[in-house]
T-cell receptor, first 112, second 114 residues
Framework: KAGVTQTPRYLIKTRGQQVTLSCSPI?????VSWYQQTPGQGLQFLFE???????NKGNFPGRFSGRQFSNSRSEMNVSTLELGDSALYLC???????????FGPGTRLTVL | DQQVKQNSPSLSVQEGRISILNCDYT??????FLWYKKYPAEGPTFLIS?????DKNEDGRFTVFLNKSAKHLSLHIVPSQPGDSAVYFC?????????????FGTGTRLTVIP
């Protein structure tokens, strides 16, 4: 069974631009969660989508948004990029209940 | 507000010895705790977990201890092996809210010296 995949793996953008990251969950998984990893803050929860609906949201500004498609693939969008948005963005998929989350390799975003 | 804390950013241990990684949390409503291991360029992988109704869970070389009164958990690795060198994250979750988002600590980099 293929694992969670994320594209692109690396991305360089400049301040003010916007970016879209993609996550393909494990087949059969309906929940996709997004996390931001920075050296100082560790892993922080962004949001979770389940069956195309945002089910839970962390404490991030509205510049961070996401969506989920009918095939459970998810995208995360960050608009008006700031230097502080440079981070590793991880997505995790699960069946949707209180079951284990499986993480993808992440997308390394660098904002210049 | 960091609800899960790992105060030691790094730890070095000799091969064969015990590694003890610590984690503290502030939210008494957390009811499930997990440890993840992360290698460079890979996402975190689940290692071991413990429910808040237990105080110990063991899986091979890995044991997690939970002290609810102190809001503290620890991961013991015995014996430590060079392949255990990675960043370890503890995480907590509050299932009763209906949410399954994980609250992570900032990680501890474990180096096992051969």
């Amino acid at each position: 069974k293929a694992g969670v995949t994320q594209t692109p793996r690396y991305l360089i953008k400049t301040r003010g631009q916007q970016v879209t990251l993609s996550c393909s969950p494990i087949s059969g998984h309906r929940s996709v969660s997004w996390y931001q990893q920075t050296p100082g803050q560790g892993l922080q929860f962004l949001f979770e989508y389940f069956s195309e609906t945002q089910r839970n949201k962390g404490n991030f500004p509205g510049r961070f948004s996401g969506r989920q498609f009918s095939n459970s693939r998810s995208e995360m969008n960050v608009s008006t990029l700031e230097l502080g948005d440079s981070a590793l963005y991880l997505c995790a998929s699960s069946l949707g209940g209180d079951d284990e989350q499986f993480f993808g390799p992440g997308t390394r975003l660098t904002v210049l | 507000d960091q609800q899960v804390k790992q105060n030691s950013p790094s730890l070095s241990v000799q091969e064969g010895r015990i590694s003890i990684l610590n984690c503290d949390y502030t939210n008494s409503m957390f009811d499930y705790f997990l440890w993840y291991k992360k290698y460079p360029a890979e996402g975190p992988t689940f290692l071991i977990s413990i429910s808040s109704i237990k105080d110990k869970n063991e899986d091979g070389r890995f044991t997690v201890f939970l002290n609810k009164s102190a809001k503290h958990l620890s991961l013991h690795i015995v014996p430590s092996q060079p392949g255990d060198s990675a960043v370890y994250f503890c995480a907590a979750i509050h299932f009763q809210t209906g949410a399954n988002n994980l609250f992570f600590g900032t990680g501890t980099r474990l180096t096992v010296i051969p």
